[in-house]
C-alpha cells in the first residue's frame, strides 16, 4: 500500500496517533458512546468500498478477488485492522487492499481505463451508500416516528453516522494521490507526458500522501467538502420529506 516505504514506520506512526485519538475518549468517557454508534458505519462503508473494487474487476475479467475470496460480503474478508482503528478514531482509513491482475481484464477496454473503472467503483458505491441511509434515515424519521423513543434515536444516529462515514470515505479515497483510489482515476485523463513524470516521480506523491495524512492536512482540507456534501443531504431529504 505504501510503496517502498517501511510499512512498519507507517504503522507505528499510524498507531501512535491512534493513541492520542484514544486519549479523548479516556478524558471524556461519554464520547465512548459516539465512538461505539460509528463503528457499525465504519465496518459497512469499508466493506462495501472493497466488495466494489473486486465485484467491479470481477465484471471486468480478472478472477483474482474471486480466487482470493474478496468477492464476498463478510467484512473479515475486507477489514485490515489498523485501517478500522484509524478510521473510527482518525476519521479516515482503510480496508484490506484488492489485489488485481490487469492483464485478465476484457480487451473490450484499455487496461488504464479499466483500472479506473474499478478504482472508482469503491468510492462510488459509498456514495451510493450515503443516499440510501439518509433515504432510511427520512423514511423512519418520518413514517415511524422511531426518533420519539431512546432507542429509536440511538438507531437514527447510527444511520447517519453511517452517512457521515460512507461520505468521508469516498472523498478521503478520491484524493488523487498513490495509493488513494483518485490517483488511478485521474490518470486517464492527464496527457501521456504528465503520466509518465507521474509513473517516474510516484515516490513523491506517496511521500506528499503520507506527509499530508499524518500532519492532519489532508483532514482539514476534505472536511468541508464532507460536511457540504452531507448537509446537502440532509437539506435534500428535509425538502422531499417535507420535514
Known amino acids: 500500500m505504501f510503496y517502498n516505504y517501511d510499512k512498519r514506520i507507517i504503522y507505528a506512526v499510524l498507531i501512535i496517533m491512534a493513541v492520542f485519538g484514544l486519549r479523548n475518549y479516556v478524558y471524556n468517557p461519554s464520547l465512548i458512546v459516539n465512538l461505539l454508534l460509528t463503528i457499525p458505519g465504519v465496518i459497512i462503508a469499508i466493506t462495501l468500498h472493497e466488495f466494489a473494487h473486486a465485484f467491479a474487476a470481477d465484471k471486468l475479467g480478472d478472477d483474482t478477488p474471486r480466487v482470493q475470496g474478496r468477492l464476498s460480503l463478510n467484512p473479515l474478508a475486507h477489514i485490515d485492522p489498523i485501517g478500522f482503528m484509524m478510521l473510527v478514531f482518525a476519521g479516515f482509513g482503510w480496508g484490506k487492499p484488492v489485489n488485481v ?3 485478465s481484464y476484457s480487451r473490450k477496454l484499455t487496461m488504464e481505463r479499466a483500472n479506473a473503472i474499478v478504482s472508482a467503483a469503491g468510492p462510488l458505491i459509498n456514495f451510493v451508500l450515503a443516499i440510501i441511509f439518509t433515504v432510511v434515515y427520512f423514511l423512519l424519521y418520518r413514517f415511524t416516528g422511531i426518533g420519539q423513543n431512546h432507542i429509536g434515536t440511538i438507531c437514527l ?15 478521503f479515497n478520491l484524493i488523487p494521490l498513490p495509493p488513494l483510489d483518485g490517483s488511478k482515476i485521474i ?24 506527509l499530508l495524512w499524518i500532519s492532519g492536512i489532508a483532514g482539514t482540507i476534505i472536511s468541508p467538502i464532507i460536511n457540504s456534501i452531507f448537509k446537502g443531504l440532509m437539506s435534500l431529504g428535509m425538502l422531499i420529506f417535507h420535514i
Open 157 to 171: 444516529n447510527i444511520i447517519l453516522n453511517t452517512v457521515i462515514i460512507n461520505i468521508g470515505l469516498g472523498v
Open 187 to 210: 490518470r486517464i485523463f492527464l496527457p501521456y507526458n504528465a503520466k509518465t513524470w507521474f509513473d517516474n516521480n510516484e515516490y513523491i506523491f506517496y511521500a506528499v500522501f503520507v
Open 101 to 103: 491482475n490487469p492483464r
